[in-house]
């Protein structure tokens, strides 16, 4: 079997259910870390290996498989080990994990995350750490969407005609993604009709009390996880990080997703998932050294590489403070 390698950026959402599933099924893989906060995204040579510009992607071989929800199907059928993610759809087991993957994975978790960060008053909680609070704030959001729609408007100008469509693509979707985040309406109704998708969660988990209550480990569909727990719990971890969760997630109107939820770092792969997440720090720790580099040349090379790397001291010693507290 050719080696697989996953690209990926370990803050995203739908690289983290990818990530999960190759951890559940104990499969081994190449990790290479597409900075989409650089810009990574918008590069030719990822552009050529997905036209669409978005992790995760994952190759093996010589193909290339783009889609967190069709990367998980691949992974499923390609590799016979550990737990079969995706039921059979012609089944009622497989039919109900097929319905919920697709309603938890057509939500739109970037408006969410950032929508909430862009406007706070929808946060039920103080767990967003201080120095995410202020580095994601409604101006700096705005200002980051802006300048990221003029790169990509100058890229259209300049990139090969062969990923010309991609670029273009991508700018209509940003542009359509940052009047969504500033609009508190928008924002609103989607955080709204969350409500219902958790009550719907909610009755499923019901059904499994029994067996949760007398210490077995199950989970949406019976005792092994399935590719719909992997979105469930993604998308609980999200809402956790921006300071929401506890809107949905409480003993008084959710009980069993509240136990569902205490009981997930308990398994090893969630806790590898989350170290995963964690690792954003030496993202920006480079990012951090990558742009203050270029000011050894003006400062003088002994003084210069001190000065870098106190700002990418800095820069760490930043990005750490929010973990912890996370």
Known sequence: ?????LYYFPGSYYSLNVILALLEKGIPYKGHIVNIHGGDQSHEWFLRLN???????MKVGDTAYSESEHII???DEMFKCGPKLVLEV???LGSEVRETRKLLHDLPIDVITFGVLANRKFQTSDNLPQALQSRF????IDTKFSATISEYRKQIQTCSPDVRTSVEGKLAKLEQRRTNILDDKVVARILDELEGIFDRIESILKLNAKGILTGQDDWLFGPEMTAADLALICLLIRLQMIGILSRYVNRTVRPELLRYFNRIDTRASILKLREIMASVKYVYMRRA???YGVMVLKIGTVVGIGYVCYLGYKALSKMEKVLAKN
């Open 90 to 92: 012609d089944t009622r």
């Open 73 to 75: 199907d691949v992974i």
């Open 1 to 5: 079997m050719d080696d697989v390698n």
């Open 289 to 291: 050294i990558k742009k």
């Open 137 to 140: 704030t409604r101006e700096s």
């Open 51 to 57: 036209p669409k510009g978005e992790v995760p992607v």
